[in-house]
């Protein structure tokens, strides 16, 4: 009698089961991962095994890495890359595209500066197959992304961490008076000695309630400080270095650190608290004759690649014990511009602008 009674709990747990979660479903989400793989691989080998790609990322960095992708997937036969600098070469795909032109890159980034105009031209496309299901059908061995690194609309995956502090040269500043935070930009002694660029790169402060007020204040006291406006975070580390500035307000570390490596006199800080951009964030675009190979780039980025995205260009996530950011960033207060920071850019950008009285800020 209890064994007939066993048997029908059981029946009756494998029939609620079944209803929840029905055996095709959990096959297919098991096998998520080899149709993305499939739908990729179909799309490449129309392109003749070809696709171009165009990040942000210097050659050095971004080589190693393509790659490497290559080879995890062998269908892809060559990678052609492209190095998008500036957001005029990805609004000019844009006017490409409304002109009837369709952009040659395959696989293009798309800064946070320019989404507001993507999205009104609806350009960005829902990815065929929802990232959460794809992470649960990850191969094994492959890095689980943060939560924070997927757009909550399942929009885009994002791989890489943007930190941004300070640089200053060591030739022009003693040890002993060496800059260690923020506050050392809107210091009278450095008066005319700093060079910041005039985008919004630390939308991040503006965006978190802790430290907007004190943003906003700092941002006035740095235009009281006679700071010089250059744009270009790369630009401005190469004129620090050269002995024209003392110190770079907003500085990437991604961009300050090779530059360190290959000698220049340069040390980067990582204030408390820092900026972190989620970035790198790959969307799908409307001209796009490869969404699948777009998506498996984006989910391998963020996962199997990121140890070796980390090693060549110095963007990998300050929470990964791997990373060469975390001993700097542990125990200091980092304010991210993610997913809901990226869509109020435009916002952020004018008050960014009217504050440091740039032409045509309202």
Request: charged content about 25%; proline content about 8%; hydrophobic content about 40%.
């Amino acid at each position: 009698m209890q064994r007939e009674s066993m048997i029908k709990r059981l029946a009756a747990a494998v029939f609620i089961c079944n209803l929840l979660f029905p055996p095709g479903e959990a096959s297919a989400q098991s096998n998520l991962f080899t149709q993305l793989v499939d739908a990729a691989k179909g799309e490449v080998q129309k392109k003749g095994g070809k696709l171009i790609i165009g990040i942000t990322w210097t050659d050095a960095q971004a080589k190693p890495v393509l790659e490497e992708f290559k080879k995890d997937f062998p269908f892809i036969q060559a990678i052609s890359f492209v190095r998008l600098r500036t957001v005029e070469q990805m609004q000019r795909m844009l006017m490409e595209y409304r002109s009837g032109r369709v952009p040659d890159i395959d696989i293009p980034f798309i800064s946070n500066e320019l989404w507001p105009e993507y999205i009104k031209e609806k350009m960005f496309l829902t990815p065929r197959f929802p990232y959460k299901d794809l992470f649960r059908s990850l191969p094994q061995g492959w890095i689980q992304p943060d939560p924070r690194s997927l757009d909550p609309q399942g929009l885009y995956l994002a791989s890489t961490g943007g930190a941004r502090g300070i640089a200053y040269n060591k030739n022009l500043i003693p040890a002993d008076q060496a800059p260690k935070g923020w506050e050392d930009c809107v210091d009278p002694k450095w008066r005319g000695k700093i060079i910041y660029d005039p985008r919004a790169t630390l939308s991040a402060f503006q965006h978190d309630p802790k430290t907007r007020d004190w943003f906003l204040k700092w941002l006035k006291g740095l235009v009281a400080n006679k700071v010089v406006l250059n744009r270009g975070m790369g630009e401005n580390l190469e004129k620090v270095a050269a002995g024209e500035y003392a110190i770079s307000c907003a500085a990437n570390y991604h961009n300050a650190m090779p530059m360190i490596d290959e000698g220049a006199p340069l040390v980067f800080i990582l204030p408390d608290p820092y900026v972190l951009d989620i970035t790198t964030e790959m969307h799908i675009l409307r001209w796009s004759t490869t969404p699948a190979a777009t998506q498996l780039f984006a989910l391998w980025l963020a996962t199997r690649a990121q140890p070796l995205i980390e090693k060549t260009s110095y963007r990998g996530f300050p929470w990964i014990p791997t990373s060469r950011k975390y001993p700097m960033a542990k125990g200091k207060y980092m304010a991210v511009c993610g997913a809901d920071c990226a869509l109020k850019s435009e916002q952020y950008s004018e008050e960014h602008a009217k504050i440091l009285g740039l032409p045509g800020s309202r």
